[in-house]
Each structure stands twice: as C-alpha cells, then as structure tokens.
C-alpha cells in the first residue's frame, strides 16, 4: 500500500481526489491536511465520504509529511514550491495539482503569477504529468506537475495533428469551455450561482495562465512555431470542459480519423469517438476519461477537434492518480475504471 498525503483537501479537486484515493486498492490514506479545518473530520465537511474516509485534517506539519511515500498538493498556486524540496528531500514523491511546476522558465512562471518561482531548481527536474505524452518520464520521476485541466483537453485535441506535422502550427485555435467548478471553492462573485447561471461569457481573452502551459507542451512535438489563440468561456454547469480546436490542414487528403485512431489506440483513457459524433460532457461526469471527435466540414482544409473530459477528474485529481499508478509501477488504470455518471 502507498502511503499517501493529501494537503489542501478542502477544496473541489481535493476532494475529488479524496474520493477517488479511498477506492483505489494500492493507495493508503495517512494525513490530510487543511489549516482553516485542522481537528476537523473529513467527513463533516464532506459527508458523501463517510465511511471511506476516517480521518480528521491536521495542520500541514513537514515533519509528518515526511512519513508519507507519496504528497499530492491539491493547494493554490504558490505554495508548493515552498514546500516540495524538502519531501523530495525526505525521499517523497510529490505530484503537484497546481501549476507550481509546470512551466520550465521560472522568468517565464513569475511573468504569468506575478511573483518569483520559490524553486526555480526543481523546474528541469519536474515532469509534466500528461501520460499520453510523457508516460516513460512519469514512471520515473520524483516530483510530476499534474496539467491543468484545459490545457489536458486542447493537448490531447492537438497532439496527433502536430506530431505528424498535419496542421500549420502558426493559426491555431482553442475555442474552450469550462464548468464553474474550474474557478475552485472559494468565494469568488463570478462563479456564485446567481452571476454564472443563466449566463455564457468569455474570459481572460488577452492572456490565460495556461497558454504558456499549453504552447510550452505542442511546441516540444512541433516542427514549427506555435502560435495559439486561446479563449476560455465559463459555463453554467458544475462540471466539465469542452474545448473546440482549429487547425489548417497542409493535406486534406488525409483520413483524420485514422490518425487520431492510430495515434490513441493503447491510450486507455482517451476515447476516440466515430466520424462524426459530437462528445458532450455529460458523457465523462465523474470518469478519467477525454473524449475526441475530429471533423472536417464541408471537406474544406480546417480540422476541427471537439475534446471533453471531466475538469476535476482527467483534468485534475484523476489525472493525478494516472500519474501516481506510473510512478509505482502499478497498472495505469488502477481506481479509474468506473464508467461515467449519468444523467
């Protein structure tokens, strides 16, 4: 059994990995941490975990951290990188849910947070957890940064066309779409009910913090520069992403299909859907799985890639528990089988 740390588990992603940890059959809870909550059981602030979770939050204590073989922050950005060097240290794995690790430029990183990266020496070091990309890295590696979770749905989207230089990687565009559940729990107006119901709006048109994430990743696969237009909308549902992409195709005699089948045929969590189909998000609520279709319309010269996924599932704590399965030399899909939830 992995005995596992969860710190920041009061949060959606936090408990989504609490819930999904205490099925898992390798996987040990030993501390969760919180400190508003410390003392606190688990299962009074929520309560859809009684009796699979039996522990109280305590204050994050290094020193009890350290006991563990495995730590995933599910914190805000900015506080991981304080504390991961010394569990890594400790000899912990560390899997961090924030984007503490995931660019590579700690200049880079403080342009997009607004503050210096606190461990800019762990940045090479890190792992970009995206298993369809990185699976041999992740069996590997000490400390993964777990992808956000649009930049997991547009990667997925994108990967088979630039790894085959299909597309002119200098026009693309991510059309995405996101649950408000992707804002967190706290208080924020935007996503309070009475403002994101009833209500479709676009955000953040100039610069999100997870274009960097995205272009640092296709550019690794691509011959040419990238160039991405990224526009994220939220939504008025809990749960999901939906991200529509474009890309120029340099061949339209190409079967599409084929290649995404091809590219994603061993993958078990991305689910290539038959020419034509139109994946909703309802289709993967609760699952690890990224849905695709890819369509050609009006057998014109742009490719468009409709992905889906569950935002707190394989664009967050599902992922993160793929990520930890590799690290452990475990089979992938351990604790991750259960279908989605319908309706």
Not at 91 to 118: M, N, P
């Amino acid at each position: 059994m992995i005995k596992i740390g969860v710190v920041g588990a009061t949060g959606y992603t936090g408990v989504e990995l609490l819930r999904l940890l205490s099925g898992h059959a390798e996987a040990e809870l030993h501390l969760v941490t919180s400190r508003t909550e410390q003392g606190r059981a688990v299962t009074d602030l929520f309560p859809n975990l009684r009796g699979s979770v039996e522990l109280n939050f305590i204050d994050p204590d290094p020193e009890q951290l350290k006991s563990c073989e495995l730590v995933f922050f599910a914190t805000p950005n900015g506080v991981a990188m304080h504390h991961a060097s010394e569990l890594l240290d400790a000899g912990c794995k560390v899997i961090d849910l924030s984007a503490d690790f995931r660019l590579q430029d700690a200049d880079t990183w403080a342009d997009w947070y607004g503050e210096d990266h606190a461990s800019p020496q762990l940045l090479e070091q890190a792992i970009y957890g995206l298993p369809e990309l990185n699976r041999e890295q992740i069996k590997n590696a000490e400390l993964v940064a777990n992808p956000g979770c649009y930049p997991t749905a547009i990667q997925l989207g994108f990967l088979p066309l630039l790894e085959q230089d299909l597309v002119h990687a200098d026009s693309l565009i991510a059309d995405a779409k996101s649950g408000v559940s992707g804002a967190g729990r706290k208080a924020v107006m935007t996503s309070q009910f009475c403002e994101a119901g009833d209500s479709f709006k676009a955000y953040s048109v100039d610069g999100h913090r997870h274009l960097p994430e995205i272009k640092q990743s296709l550019q690794k696969i691509s011959k040419e520069e990238i160039d991405l237009v990224f526009v994220p909308h939220l939504t008025p549902m809990i749960r999901g992403i939906h991200a529509t992409l474009y890309a120029r195709l340099k061949d339209t005699s190409i079967d599409l299909q084929q290649v995404f089948a091809q590219r994603y045929k061993h993958e078990p969590f991305v689910d290539l859907m038959p020419s034509g189909s139109h994946p909703d998000t309802s289709s993967v609520r609760g699952s690890n799985t990224c849905r695709l279709a890819c369509h050609r319309p009006q057998d014109g010269s742009t490719v468009v890639v409709l992905a889906v996924e569950d935002n707190l599932v394989k664009g967050a704590a599902g992922q993160a528990i793929q990520n930890m399965n590799l690290m452990f030399s475990l089979p992938e899909t351990t604790g991750l089988t259960a279908p989605a939830v319908y309706p």
